[in-house]
């Protein structure tokens, strides 16, 4: 068996688009399902209007068809003998535009001129697939773009080269062909649907374009949390200010859910810590099993929710002020 090194050299997000006269605004990726399998197969059955679902899809050499079947139509679904395929995203797009029944998916970058759904991973809440979204991967339909090389002594000219293309120079030219880079943004998040003690405690900061996220049992931070730590570093110097990780859990809830999220916030605070950000610039917060990203049970769903979110603020006094985060601790408690 051949090792290989992975790379993560991009994000990108897959958007399921409708017509832009669709009233439809957001659909559950439960229901995205039913409509590509032809379970569904009129608008009316899921709010829209009285009219018959065209589906199109991309035909099946489609990276973007693979990751779409993974991760919406599962081992439950197969896409419906209706649908026509495409082997364009933008020929995809610009059908789906001209179609008032049409629904598609396609990358990110080829919209166009049709419209994007927010969707729900269950009951949870519906996101749009925006910069902040799909680089955070919270983006129920995100996913990551990768390269490899071998796991044992690979060729002194490609390990270059791909220090090169995660470095901020490589990343720079992810964003302009159209994908997510992965470098270090501040943006502004929507927090209108959150709850009121979220938003007192994020409400004078922007949310850094990364996430850290653990899978089951384990404290250790993977390959790309490792160079996201280093890419927050070199955010930090010429960005001054503070940081404030915010820590999330799975489960229903309870003090085991808000110890497990602040033990996860403080793991990123350490890993920063040794890579040489202050620890006077770094606070954390345990929210607990609040404001999940996917309701599903399976692994993929519950690593979306253990999760540690990065806030910056550049006033540093607002970070002095840790008696407002202390006592939402004691409230949520």
């Known amino acids: 068996?051949?090792?290989?090194?992975?790379?993560?050299?991009?994000?990108?997000?897959?958007?399921?688009?409708?017509?832009?006269?669709n009233p439809l605004s957001q659909l559950r990726t439960a229901d995205v399902a039913?409509?590509?399998?032809?379970?569904?197969?009129?608008?009316?059955?899921?709010?829209?209007?009285?009219?018959?679902?065209?589906v199109y899809a991309r035909d099946n050499q489609s990276g973007t068809w693979d990751t779409f079947r993974k991760l919406v139509l599962g081992k439950t679904y197969?896409?419906?003998?209706?649908?026509?395929?495409?082997?364009s995203n933008t020929t995809l797009s610009g059908r789906v535009a001209d179609d008032s029944a049409a629904i598609g998916f396609?990358?990110?970058?080829t919209i166009g001129r049709a419209k994007a759904l927010a969707i729900a991973a269950g009951e949870t809440r519906a996101l749009n697939p925006e910069r902040l979204t799909v680089a955070t991967e919270d983006y129920a339909l995100a996913r990551r773009l990768y390269l490899y090389l071998p796991g044992v002594e690979p060729n002194a000219y490609?390990?270059?080269?791909?220090?090169?293309?995660?470095?901020?120079?490589g990343q720079e030219i992810v964003d302009r062909v159209g994908y997510i880079s992965q470098n270090i943004k501040p943006l502004l998040a929507d927090i209108s649907a959150t709850?009121?003690?979220?938003?007192?405690l994020v409400q004078d900061s922007q949310r850094l374009s990364v996430n850290f996220r653990f899978h089951d049992g384990k404290a250790q931070l993977d390959n790309k949390a490792q160079q996201d730590v280093k890419r927050?570093?070199?955010?930090?110097?010429?960005?001054?200010?503070n940081l404030l990780l915010v820590g999330f859990a799975?489960?229903?809830?309870?003090?085991?859910?808000?110890?497990?999220?602040?033990?996860?916030?403080k793991v990123v605070r350490r890993a920063l810590i040794r890579a040489g950000v202050s620890r006077r610039h770094l606070d954390l917060y345990g929210y607990g099993k609040y404001l999940h990203l996917s309701d599903g049970n399976d692994q993929s769903a519950k690593v979306k929710n253990r999760r540690v979110e990065v806030w910056f603020e550049a006033s540093p006094q607002q970070l002095s002020q840790t008696g407002k985060r202390e006592n939402l601790e004691e409230r949520e408690a």
């Open 195 to 200: 709850p009121n003690s979220y938003k007192n």
């Open 232 to 241: 927050i570093v070199e955010f930090m110097k010429s960005n001054p200010g």
């Open 1 to 21: 068996m051949v090792i290989r090194s992975e790379y993560v050299v991009g994000i990108d997000g897959i958007a399921v688009v409708v017509h832009p006269s």
């Open 158 to 169: 490609a390990r270059d080269f791909m220090s090169w293309v995660i470095g901020v120079q």
């Open 106 to 109: 396609v990358s990110l970058n």
């Open 34 to 54: 039913r409509i590509f399998s032809g379970e569904i197969n009129n608008w009316s059955q899921v709010g829209g209007p009285d009219k018959a679902i065209t």
């Open 78 to 87: 197969k896409l419906t003998s209706t649908a026509e395929r495409f082997e």
């Open 250 to 265: 799975e489960g229903n809830g309870g003090s085991y859910s808000q110890l497990l999220s602040k033990l996860r916030a």
